[in-house]
């Protein structure tokens, strides 16, 4: 990174950041071209979860090519204004991550359900119950993460 004192290198704030973050832009490649969705996920232990249906465009693209990237941000759009005119003495506040890593897919029941839990437990402290008719309609997508970093927007 460039601008060093804009680095976060210290996993708990990367995972702090992913913690808060809504929605994960995850990129795949769709042959040529680049392909990103944003997507809801769950985090633990190095390792996105993401769910999907067992057959569409994402999961194709995954099985053609498993590499990813991804990004999340929080804190989006705050923006630090100057006394000047000087457009370059403005600034942005924000906190995001960006990392690469392989996804794999699982559809047995019961990796799905665990996945789904990790997912699930950003919203709630609950034991979910997952149907078996659903469960059997849904790919549960694990990003390995290989690296990861964090940046903040909020020095000038």
Excluded: Q, W
């Excluded at 992913?18 to 232990?45: K, S």
């Amino acid at each position: 990174m460039r601008r060093k004192e804009k680095e976060i290198t210290e996993l708990s704030e990367i995972e702090a950041i992913l913690a808060r973050a809504e929605i994960l832009h995850l990129a795949m490649c769709d042959g040529e071209r680049p392909y990103v969705l944003p997507l809801n996920f769950g985090y633990r232990t190095g390792r996105l979860y993401l769910h999907s249906a067992r057959a569409g465009k994402k999961i194709a693209i995954l099985r053609a090519n498993p590499l990813v990237s991804f990004a999340a941000s929080v804190d989006v759009a705050r923006l630090v204004p100057s006394d000047t005119s000087d457009a370059c003495k403005y600034g942005m506040r924000f906190k995001s991550v960006v990392g690469a890593g392989r996804a794999t897919i699982s559809e047995t029941l019961e990796e799905i359900a665990a996945g789904l839990d990790v997912l699930m437990s950003r919203y709630g402290d609950h034991n979910f119950e997952y149907k078996e008719e659903i469960l059997n309609k849904t790919a549960l997508i694990t990003i390995e993460i290989e690296s990861m970093t964090g940046k903040r927007g909020d020095v000038v």
